[in-house]
C-alpha cells in the first residue's frame, strides 16, 4: 500500500507564502505523475496541481501564476511552492499520484495521507 505523507502546512496571512512537501513510499513519485489536491470546509476535494514524469506542469485556474510544483525524484518528494496566499486558499492540500480522466485531474491511490492544513487569514 502505497504512503502519502504532506507536511508544511501552518497559518499564514493573506500574501504570505508556504511550501508544501509531499513524501511517497517506494517510487511512487519518480514513476508517476503527481498531484496536489485540496478539500475546504464543506466543499469537495479539488485539483490544485500537477507534474508529469517529464516535468510539464498544469495548474487550476485558480491558482496559476501563484503556485508552483516541482519534484525532486532524489529526494522522492514534490513540493508545491505557494505564493500571494489568498484566504480562499484556506484548505487541506494532499498530495497523490495524479492522472487525467474524462478531462478531469484526480488521485490515482484510493489511500490519501492525513494532508496538511493551510489557513489564510485576511
Known amino acids: 500500500q502505497v504512503q502519502l505523507v504532506e507536511s508544511g502546512g501552518g497559518l499564514v496571512q493573506a500574501g504570505g507564502s508556504l511550501r508544501l512537501s509531499c513524501a511517497a513510499s517506494?517510487?511512487?513519485?519518480?514513476?508517476?505523475?503527481m498531484g496536489w489536491f485540496r478539500q475546504a470546509p464543506g466543499k469537495e476535494r479539488e485539483f490544485v496541481a500537477a507534474i508529469s514524469l517529464t516535468d510539464t506542469t498544469y495548474y487550476a485556474a485558480s491558482v496559476r501564476g501563484r503556485f508552483t510544483i516541482s519534484r525532486d525524484n532524489v529526494k522522492n518528494t514534490v513540493d508545491l511552492q505557494m505564493n500571494s496566499l489568498k484566504p480562499e486558499d484556506t484548505a487541506v492540500y494532499y498530495c497523490?499520484?495524479?492522472?487525467?480522466?474524462?478531462?478531469?485531474?484526480?488521485?490515482?491511490?484510493?489511500?490519501w495521507g492525513q494532508g496538511t492544513q493551510v489557513t489564510v487569514s485576511s
Open positions: 497523490n499520484a495524479a492522472r487525467v480522466r474524462r478531462g478531469n485531474w484526480e488521485g490515482v491511490y484510493d489511500s
Open positions: 517506494g517510487r511512487t513519485i519518480s514513476s508517476n505523475a
